[in-house]
């Protein structure tokens, strides 16, 4: 079956530029989560939706990143005004359940180079 | 603050011998000890969990050990093959209300098996 998918996998901005990352999870998956990671680092949880709703956006970087799931399926992470140190992959991860714990399937992520 | 290390930023190993990849964590509280293999321009694949109420995983040439007391996760691959090369991320998590299980990433060990 279909995984997750993201889109664009490769995106590069010019400096106070906004972006739009798209992830597409599993059907059926009730949790989705956003994590970034840069150059040398490990990956970054940024934001976590139960359905289509988000219970705390506090793990996003900035208040120039916003997020948004509808209908329990796509998922899109804006970056407005986009500065280099928001250069990194962005991964997007399903999972069936938000009550139990079950394995998180990722996407292949979106490149963004700001330059 | 870094709630999961991984100290060995590279680990190299003959085909055929074991590869032992090594995490320690902070937080006594988590519930569920992940690794996850990743391939250039790839998301992460799961590869083995443990609970936090075993201390061994076995499956296949995979097996995951937990020690609780020392909050150290090992994964030892027996027998090493090439096609094991790739970047190993221990991840850590538990449940939260706000955040599922997201799940908190180590820096990642590059692990390369040569012929």
């Known amino acids: 079956g279909a995984g997750v998918s993201q889109s664009p996998s490769n995106k590069v901005t010019e400096k106070g530029k906004d972006v739009e990352l798209r992830c597409d999870p599993i059907?059926?998956?009730?949790?989705l989560y956003w994590y970034r990671q840069r150059l040398g680092q490990g990956l970054e949880f940024l934001i976590y939706?139960?359905?289509?709703?988000?219970?705390?956006k506090s793990g996003l970087p900035s208040d120039r990143f916003s997020a948004e799931r509808t209908g329990e399926s796509v998922s899109t992470l804006t970056i407005q005004r986009t500065q280099q140190e928001d250069s990194a992959v962005y991964l997007c991860a399903s999972s069936p359940s938000t009550s139990s714990y079950n394995e998180q399937f990722f996407g292949p992520g979106t490149r963004l180079t700001v330059l | 603050d870094q709630q999961v290390k991984q100290n060995s930023p590279s680990l190299s190993v003959q085909e055929g011998r074991i590869s032992i990849l090594n995490c320690d964590y902070t937080n006594s509280m988590f519930d569920y000890f992940l690794w996850y293999k990743k391939y250039p321009a790839e998301g992460p694949t799961f590869l083995i969990s443990?609970?936090?109420?075993?201390d061994k995983n076995e499956d296949g040439r995979f097996t995951v050990f937990l020690n609780k007391s020392a909050k150290h996760l090992s994964l030892h691959i027996v027998p090493s093959q090439p096609g094991d090369s790739a970047v190993y991320f221990c991840a850590v998590t538990l449940l939260n209300s706000n955040s599922g299980y997201a799940l908190n990433f180590g820096k990642g060990t590059s692990l390369l098996v040569t012929p």
């Open positions: 939706f139960q359905g289509n709703s988000a219970p705390d």
């Open positions: 443990i609970s936090s109420i075993k």
């Open positions: 059907s059926g998956h009730t949790a």
